[in-house]
């Protein structure tokens, strides 16, 4: 089966500076990756994929994520994080039959 | 990308009774997916509901406790049985059937079971 692990529960960053949330996943065959945000008393909201091509895939609000074949890793980033990106963050993983499976998530904290 | 929407938002139930969640998604989907979001934790998958067969259920998950229909291609419910406050969750929904598309979630139910 399909997995990702998130080994951080907390991220703090203080506002302005660059911001990386990790994942790392095990899967057999060609990876279909996702990093989905969840605001306080919102929705699951979709910010990025994977799914084949170049492996670094921007996305919304300024994110993206680099793919890494070799270290099995799909990091999120940011370039110059804001208080407003303070969220908990999921890596997620497609398994064939279209389930999706959730990483434990990422409480991320910024700073001002 | 598909709009799901979830019936009801939130409620307060009593122990030992039953709640049925709808899912609505704006477009016809091959699957439906039931998740549960426990206070503070990650999304678990309940369940995979198809059009016109059983829903396939998730280890730890069983029929008689969450059964589900799915009776059409844009339509979900899942019930909540005999229910604790161990239930107490965010029940959300999503479709999907396509391997190139991500997955768009509702705004989820919000359940207390007092």
């Known amino acids: 089966a399909q997995s990702v692990a998130q080994p951080e529960d907390q991220v703090n960053v203080a506002e302005g500076n660059p911001l990386t949330v990790k994942c790392t996943y095990s899967?057999?065959?060609?990876?279909?990756l996702f990093w989905y945000v969840q605001y306080p008393n919102r929705g699951l909201q979709f910010l990025l994929k994977y799914i084949t091509g170049d492996n670094l895939v921007k996305g919304s609000y300024g994110f993206e994520a680099e793919f890494n074949k070799s270290q099995t890793s799909f990091h999120l980033k940011k370039p110059s994080a804001l208080v407003s990106d303070s969220a908990l963050y999921f890596c997620?993983?497609?398994?064939?039959?279209?389930?999706?499976?959730f990483g434990k998530g990422t409480r991320l904290h910024i700073l001002p | 990308s598909a709009v799901i929407s979830q019936k009801p938002s939130r409620d307060i139930c009593q122990r030992g009774t039953s709640l049925t969640i709808q899912c609505q998604v704006d477009?016809?989907?091959?699957?439906m997916f039931w998740y549960r979001q426990q206070p503070g934790q990650s999304l678990t998958l309940i369940a995979t509901a198809n059009q016109g067969s059983e829903a396939t259920y998730e280890s730890g998950f069983v029929i008689d406790k969450f059964p589900i229909s799915r009776p059409n291609l844009t339509f979900s419910t899942l019930t909540v049985s005999n229910m604790s406050p161990e239930d107490s969750s965010i029940y959300l929904c999503t479709g999907g059937g396509d391997a190139y598309n991500e997955q768009f979630f509702g705004p989820g139910t919000r359940l207390t079971v007092l």
């Open positions: 899967v057999s065959g060609n990876p279909y």
């Open positions: 997620a993983v497609r398994e064939k039959d279209d389930k999706i499976i």
């Open positions: 477009s016809q989907v091959t699957m």
